[in-house]
T-cell receptor, first 108, second 113 residues
Framework: AQRVTQPEKLLSVFKGAPVELKCNYSYSGSPELFWYVQYSRQRLQLLLRHISRESIKGFTADLNKGETSFHLKKPFAQEEDSAMYYCALRGEGGKLIFGQGTELSVKP | KAGVTQTPRYLIKTRGQQVTLSCSPISGHRSVSWYQQTPGQGLQFLFEYFSETQRNKGNFPGRFSGRQFSNSRSEMNVSTLELGDSALYLC????????????FGEGSRLTVL
């Protein structure tokens, strides 16, 4: 079965501190993984996807198939990074399954 | 270009009633997906339509149904509403059915009393 787990509901860090939002997935095939972000009063939007191996707004995420993880990292958090972050898995049939989300709060 | 548009944005219904929500995708997008968002369950996949055909379905009861029209606009219907159906219903469109970025609407917030 396809499943995405984000173990932290809330992650609070100070500005300038490193941040890591955890994501683990369960899928027997070759997964396609994404991070979506929802800033306050804005629409849910794509942050990055693993196949593009890009850095967006200083965030990176590496797919670790051995650990079935796709953690999102940023070396120095900014206040504007405060948002809800969702990890998502596209698996069988093409449907996109989301984790329950992690609220990131970056304090000044 | 215009983003994904959902109507109505807010609505209040009572138990037992039914509701229809509408979604207009980004022009040229043929895939439309629906999600239910609640504080406790997060984003749960309802169904996905591509070229007027339902391609995927989530684990929701038959009271939840949807359809897609030839212009790619989509509607979802919930019959015999229950209190637990109170949620934000999000629609997302994409160019392709089997991949690519999802573009989300602002959602329709349903309150069932």
């Amino acid at each position: 079965a396809q499943r995405v787990t984000q173990p932290e509901k809330l992650l609070s860090v100070f500005k300038g501190a490193p941040v890591e939002l955890k994501c683990n997935y369960s899928y027997s095939g070759s997964p396609e993984l994404f991070w979506y972000v929802q800033y306050s009063r804005q629409r849910l939007q794509l942050l990055l996807r693993h196949i593009s191996r890009e850095s967006i707004k200083g965030f990176t995420a590496d797919l670790n198939k051995g650990e079935t993880s796709f953690h999102l990292k940023k070396p120095f958090a900014q206040e504007e990074d405060s948002a809800m972050y969702y990890c998502a898995l596209r698996g069988e049939g093409g449907k996109l399954i989301f984790g329950q989300g992690t609220e990131l709060s970056v304090k000044p | 270009k215009a983003g994904v548009t959902q109507t109505p944005r807010y609505l209040i219904k009572t138990r037992g009633q039914q509701v229809t929500l509408s979604c207009s995708p980004i022009s040229g997008h043929r895939s439309v997906s629906w999600y239910q968002q609640t504080p406790g369950q997060g984003l749960q996949f309802l169904f996905e339509y591509f070229s007027e055909t339902q391609r995927n379905k989530g684990n929701f009861p038959g009271r939840f149904s949807g359809r897609q029209f030839s212009n790619s606009r989509s509607e979802m219907n919930v019959s015999t509403l229950e209190l637990g159906d109170s949620a934000l219903y999000l629609c997302a469109s994409s160019l392709r059915q089997d991949g690519g970025e999802l573009f989300f609407g602002e959602g329709s917030r349903l309150t069932v009393l």
